[in-house]
């Protein structure tokens, strides 16, 4: 069934009357979120013994509707059919139309009829004339209008289909009603959903960043209400290649609803059919379609995030947004666009070159829409990395100024986007490392960004290191609700467990991380560093040699040789260690030499760490591995000086 969106509810009507006729009918509406879904319309046409387009003053304007109907005509599987009296427009009249304009619902309508004996003829039934009338007639009194048809007989839904499609219309109608009432999904309705990857049909490589952004931006929209759970993008975006139905998909998110759809965009229109999803029955209570202006992304992103708000029955508090509904966005799409692919040289964390040109492209967005929040924010987060990882002494302080001045600019836009606050808080304890200063930007962060795990998540790390475990144990629990299938979320956890002293717990939750993702990365000096606090050290030796990062191999192994009575390798592994890192691994140093009991040359290496500012400080307070220090006054007047207590 092609139809344009004006056309929608006459639309629905029609395919509830075919299928009372007994024919499965594939529609737009059924396409499911995922890029696993492909050019699925394409493959739909493929499969599909007849194309029935619905013509109306609308519809012959739309292109979507042109190339599905020029398919149809070129296959000779096309019956039109007009729905206002419109005639199909030129290069489609060779091809009789049945009107439809007044038949209203009446299945014995002429027109509906023909409408069954044409689609007969091209499935190859062989029955027709009075059989054709009784097939309609035999439900005449289900399709009135305002009600969509039950099927007589169940309609088969291919797998894929199934996660959002095959729930009859008459599902859909139900709405909000139905979703107070509790028939999606039993008696006690669940608030979390999981927002998965659009599917891009069509989309070219050009233009491909805008489709991928599209539920990241309305996944951060509905994050932002704090009644509803919404599934982080690590863990959603686990199920882009997969073939899992959608009660699957909601067990393994421990979600109930599934928000997906597609992405078409041609020329300077954008199309977007979003779907939610009930994750125990597998059907949708609620299905739309956008078609807009490329510029009018924005506005797509606000309406779908609001509509599944109102399906939630919630309330969206869209105080602080801009007119789309977007804390910290923008309206340029240009603006938008650098921005995006600014994020996505982030993400990809592969070198110095990518990041710097990451910072180049946040810049860019910045030039274009000085008012862009969240590029300054994302601005002042990679000036912190490159600061952190890449930068000099003499550098850093700059980068980190600068980082923090980009966080404020943010916040000062939009006061109430969690990320600026949350970005600000970073640079603050990595630049300057002072834990006070930065105590309220992480709360401000908090406060604002409930929803969202990744800000969970550093803000439990946060609490975590200045020595506020029930706030860091609670934070990571909600982060690891919302994304239960991202590794980082539970070596997080683990480290968490550990600068508490819970190392079984840790150990646990390390072992999770590494049941998620192989090969993830510290995870063996992590797990070396758990098992030395719980006395393995043949346990931890080995999986300190199994790290691949130096820094973290070396230092373990410096020190768990030392405790083996094995001080000559424990030296080899201090020499390497110095002769690679020099001035950048003074924080390590101090570990060493804490550990093998040289409590001067500890003190002397955090002296020359606090000198540099070396960002490893940030874990001074509960580092187990740094107790021997504790009872010195340089070590205590250090902590204080970097507002621990």
């Not at 099927?151 to 499609?165: E, F, L, N, S, Y």
Request: hydrophobic letters at 40%; glycine letters at 10%.
């Amino acid at each position: 069934m092609s139809y344009t969106h004006a056309d929608r509810g006459r639309a629905e009507e029609i395919i509830a009357i075919i299928r009372q006729a007994g024919f499965n009918v594939w529609w737009d509406g059924l396409i499911g979120g995922g890029a696993r879904f492909g050019d699925i319309t394409e493959e739909k046409l493929q499969q599909a013994k007849a194309v029935v387009v619905l013509w109306s003053a609308s519809s012959i304007k739309s292109h979507w509707v042109k190339d599905e109907a020029t398919w149809g005509r070129d296959k000779e599987r096309l019956i039109p059919v007009s729905i206002d009296g419109t005639e199909p427009p030129l290069g489609f009249r060779q091809v009789q139309f049945l009107d439809v304009s007044r038949a209203g619902n009446d299945t014995s309508h002429p027109a509906f009829i023909e409408l069954v004996r044409a689609l007969e003829r091209l499935h190859g039934i062989s029955k027709g004339g009075d059989e054709a009338d009784e097939v309609l007639a035999e439900g005449a009194g289900a399709a009135s209008l305002g009600a969509a048809a039950t099927p007589r007989r169940k309609i088969t839904v291919d797998r894929r289909a199934a996660i959002v499609g095959g729930a009859t219309l008459g599902v859909a109608a139900v709405g909000l009603a139905g979703w107070k009432l509790g028939l999606f999904g039993g008696n006690t309705v669940s608030n979390s959903i999981a927002v998965l990857p659009f599917a891009r049909i069509g989309v070219d490589e050009e233009q491909a960043i805008f489709a991928d952004g599209l539920a990241a931006e309305v996944r951060a929209q509905l994050a932002r209400n704090p009644l509803l759970r919404v599934a982080a993008q690590v863990s959603s975006n686990s199920f882009t290649e997969t073939e899992e139905d959608a009660k699957s998909i909601c067990r393994a998110l421990g979600v109930a609803y599934l928000l997906g759809g597609n992405v078409r965009i041609a020329g300077d229109r954008v199309r977007v059919v979003a779907e939610l999803t009930d994750g125990k029955t597998g059907f949708s209570p609620w299905t739309e379609t956008y078609e807009q202006e490329l510029d009018d992304i924005f506005a797509i992103q606000g309406a779908i995030a609001s509509s599944v708000v109102r399906q939630l029955s919630a309330q969206m508090d869209d105080s602080g947004a801009n007119a789309n509904g977007q804390v910290g966005g923008t309206t340029s799409i240009a603006a938008y666009d650098a921005y995006l692919r600014g994020l996505e040289l982030y993400d990809s964390g592969t070198d110095e070159s990518t990041d710097r040109q990451a910072l180049a492209k946040f810049d860019e967005a910045i030039s274009i829409d000085p008012q862009y929040a969240a590029a300054h924010a994302a601005k002042g987060r990679v000036l912190t990395l490159i600061g952190n990882l890449y930068a000099g002494p003499e550098e850093r302080k700059g980068l980190y100024d600068t980082a923090i001045a980009a966080a404020d600019t943010a916040a000062g836009i939009a006061p109430k986007f969690a990320d600026a606050h949350l970005v600000k808080g970073y640079a603050i304890v990595m630049g300057r490392l002072d834990m006070r200063s930065a105590r309220k930007p992480y709360e401000d962060a908090y406060e604002l960004g409930k929803g969202d795990a990744d800000i969970l998540s550093r803000y439990a790390s946060f609490q975590a290191r200045i020595g506020e475990d029930a706030k860091a144990s609670a934070a990571i629990e909600a982060a690891s609700g919302l994304d239960p299938l991202n590794a980082r979320t539970f070596r997080n956890k683990g480290n968490i467990a550990y600068d508490a002293g819970s190392y079984n717990e840790a150990l646990a939750a390390f072992e999770q991380a590494q049941g998620i993702q192989e090969n993830l990365s510290s995870y063996h000096y992590f797990v070396g560093s758990t098992k030395l606090m719980l006395g393995d050290l043949e346990g931890a030796k080995a999986d300190f040699e199994a790290e691949s990062f130096p820094v973290w191999r070396l230092t373990g192994g410096a020190i768990v040789e030392h405790l083996l009575d094995n001080q000559a390798k424990a030296e080899s592994y201090l020499e390497e260690l110095q002769q690679v890192q020099g001035d950048k691994s003074n924080y390590q140093y101090a570990q060493i030499y804490a550990q093998w009991g040289r409590i001067e040359e500890a003190l002397a290496a955090l002296a020359a760490a606090w000198r540099l500012r070396d960002s490893g400080l940030v874990q001074l307070y509960r580092d187990p591995l740094l107790k021997p220090l504790e009872r010195t006054s340089a070590f205590r007047d250090l902590v204080a000086r970097m507002g621990f207590v």
